[in-house]
């Protein structure tokens, strides 16, 4: 059979998939070798999706209180408690908290249903878990939310510094793109985290900091910049305001918060000062921090006063956690922004959408952030509550609170592929398509557009989210609005939305794309427009502020205010492992992934091991002010002494001894609203003590 070009739906890498489907409902799977994310390359997980296409554990037939009903019945369910909970209590009484699994078209729908017909914007992801700090940070320095940089920069760099970032496990093909680098040029690799991952198997030097002190380093490295030279004077003249405030507070910040020794400290900094083609690529150890927008714009500040920064080979370079947490942000999916990265809380921006949808109302305040929506549920204030495609029972901070929330909601509808633990607190569940039966678009991290391509029959009374959506806004009244006949339409008319972007002076338009082959699409980097192609931002300035000039920002770095202590002496950070995909629906169904780890676990250094009497794979207690969990004990120098480690992945029945996300508090960044995940509190005792 004829090979269908699609994309992987793991991580934002965005890999080009082929996919020969063997027509008993199983399929071939390899690497696109004309994909420009990875040429042909594959990880473990991706290799391994065709493994996954089992109908096992799906759901198929739309559920109301737990019984199989109609799509009529769900649908007629949903929209009249939905307008039953705006008639009473107003629009800011409903929210849709959506996923960065979603495809590009079914996040444009929702943001067109909450924010331009119902009027709030009370509509966030869980992205907000993944990347809102960086974000943040790129809105604050840049004007607008703008990656800078390709994948191309990382083969063309002499310097790669990876802050936060498990490059080899999380995001494995560009790992693989780096060690191919380094082979071919000698590309130099700098880790900073404070876990010995793997990822450090291939750098020059590993600097393993202090929890949540990355700021402080790179203001040192700010500091080193300009006392030896290495900041561009003319850049800083033409592009950058706010360069002396920036190094006065770089100077001002106390520089052995980091912990680091002096000679990796100096080594460090010697090579970022003398290097001109540096990426510093940063991911959830940067971003998944109480702190961790000021972290994104110490980072960006060394790259906008070196003007190292949308030229080949040099940038700062955020690289997202999920399949499509990009096009999320791109499509206003989180609850702070509206469409193609226009403001909502600018009212010529707010006009020009509301115009183009010729919509009854929109929403002049930001929403309810990821975080806070779970807390007005739990406070009674949201009524109604549809979460699409995500598990936030199992993976928000504070899980069994947010749990909690849940089930005591007024009224909650759930559109999944798969049983959860979210699913078991649904009144409505509405079977969705997974990956393989549905058709859209993806935005990986370099700003890539791919499309997924069905290959798959649809199963049972499975339906696509676009569908689901615009079959509730027409039953709200809203039908002339949503009354599209594919996902094809939905994008040609976002498409033609982001031309509006363009013309207010933002980085997002696709306009070029209005008209284009929606199932020839090849994979294509925005912008494309009669204005502008791909490529690189900034290199030349032009950034998206009312002066054009990027912004450096004043950086203090502070530490987690969660302190170790006698009643909880150990700081946990928690992550992924190579083979799992959060909350494991997908990856837990290939054997061979799960044979690279079989159950959750918690790394510990063996001095503290030794302290506490615990033996290796012995059973613990970790307990935290918010919950516990009882983990196996692996012990392993690659974490520091007072330091504990484990993945997030396991949940519900795979976890019946507690989920880790239970254990971390709900504390958030003031301006990106991006939970602490790196650096909670924790106590161990061993299950059976001796
Ligand atoms: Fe999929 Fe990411 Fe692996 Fe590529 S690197 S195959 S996108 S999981």
Redesign the pocket.
């Known amino acids: 059979m004829t090979a269908v070009r699609t ?9 080009g ?1 082929l996919v020969t489907p063997d027509g008993k409902g199983g399929a071939r799977i390899e ?1 696109d070798p004309d994909h420009p ?2 040429f042909g ?7 391994a999706l065709g493994e996954t296409l089992r109908l096992a554990g799906r759901i198929l037939t739309p559920r109301i209180g737990g019984q199989v009903a109609t799509w009529d019945a769900a649908l007629d369910l949903v929209a009249d408690r939905f307008l039953a909970a705006i008639r009473d209590h107003g629009p800011d009484s409903v929210a849709l908290y959506l996923s960065g699994q979603m495809l590009t078209e079914d996040y444009y729908v929702a943001n067109k249903l909450i924010k331009g017909y119902i009027g709030t914007a009370n509509v966030d992801t869980n992205s907000r878990l993944c990347m809102a700090s960086s974000v943040a940070g790129h809105s604050r320095a840049f004007g607008t939310d703008t990656v800078p940089g390709t994948y191309e920069d990382l083969d063309q760099a002499d310097l790669v510094v990876l802050v936060g970032s498990n490059l080899a496990w999380c ?4 790992f693989q793109r780096l060690m191919a680098a380094k082979a071919a040029r000698g590309t130099r690799i700098v880790v900073v985290d404070p876990r010995r991952t793997t990822t450090c198997d291939i750098a020059d030097l590993h600097l393993a900091l202090a929890p949540g002190s990355d700021a402080a380093l790179f203001n040192a490295a700010l500091v080193a910049l300009a006392d030896r030279g290495a900041v561009d004077d003319a850049y800083i003249a033409q592009h950058l305001s706010g360069f002396e405030d920036a190094l006065a507070a770089a100077r001002a910040s106390d520089g052995s918060m980091t912990g680091l020794a002096p000679d990796d400290l100096a080594d460090f900094l010697d090579w970022y000062v003398t290097t001109e083609r540096v990426v510093t690529i940063y991911s959830q150890g940067i971003n998944q921090s109480e702190s961790g927008t000021d972290k994104v714009n110490a980072i960006l500040n060394c790259h906008l006063a070196t003007g190292r920064i949308g030229r080949p080979g040099m940038g700062p370079f955020s690289v997202t956690g999920q ?1 499509n947490a990009m096009g999320g942000r791109e499509v206003g999916g989180l609850a702070n922004m509206l469409a193609c990265h226009l403001d909502i809380e600018n009212p010529d921006h707010r006009a020009a959408v509301q115009g183009f949808w010729d919509s009854p109302t929109m929403p002049e305040k930001p929403g309810l952030k990821a975080v806070e929506m779970f807390q007005a549920v739990a406070q009674g204030r949201i009524r109604a509550l549809w979460i699409i495609h995500t598990n936030p029972a199992a993976s928000m901070p504070d899980a069994d609170a947010v749990a909690r929330a849940i089930e005591g909601c007024d009224f909650v509808v759930v559109s999944d592929v798969t049983q959860t633990d979210t699913t078991a607190l649904a009144d409505v569940i509405m079977p969705a398509t997974a990956w393989g039966e549905k058709s859209g678009t993806v935005t ?1 991290s370099d700003r890539t557009i791919s499309r997924q391509r069905p290959f798959l029959p649809t199963p049972g009374h499975a339906r696509d989210d676009w569908r689901m959506i615009a079959d509730v806004a027409g039953r709200m009244g809203w039908g002339d609005a949503f009354g599209w006949d594919s996902p094809a339409q939905i994008f040609a008319e976002y498409a033609q939305l982001s031309r509006l972007a363009g013309d207010l002076g933002r980085d997002f338009d696709i306009s070029g794309l209005a008209g284009a082959d929606y199932d020839a699409l090849p994979p294509t980097r925005w912008p494309v427009s009669a204005r502008r192609q791909g490529g690189r931002f900034f290199g030349a300035g032009g950034f998206f502020t009312p002066d054009a000039r990027a912004r450096m920002l004043p950086i203090a770095p502070r530490l987690p205010v969660a302190v170790t202590g006698r009643r909880y002496p150990f700081r946990l950070n928690t992550g992924r492992v190579r083979d799992q ?1 959060h909350t494991m629906t997908r990856t837990a169904l290939a054997p061979r992934l799960n044979q690279h780890t079989a159950e959750p676990f918690l790394e510990i250094h063996p001095r503290d091991a030794a302290d506490l009497g615990l033996a290796p794979a012995c059973l613990a207690r970790v307990i935290s002010p918010r919950g516990q969990a009882i983990l196996r004990i692996a012990i392993t120098d690659r974490v520091q002494c007072g330091q504990v480690f484990a993945p997030m992945h396991w949940t519900g029945e795979t976890a019946p001894t507690g989920r880790v996300d239970a254990l971390v508090a709900a504390v958030t960044d003031p301006v990106s609203g991006q939970p602490e995940s790196k650096a909670s509190v924790v106590d161990i005792a061993p299950l059976n003590p001796a």
């Not at 994309?7 to 890999?15: E, L």
């Not at 995001?171 to 560009?174: D, K």
Request: charged content about 5%.
């Open positions: 994309t992987c739906p793991y991580c934002g890498v965005g890999c998939v690497g994310a990875n390359r594959l990880c473990s997980k991706g290799t995001h494995p093909v560009l399949p990986n995909w």
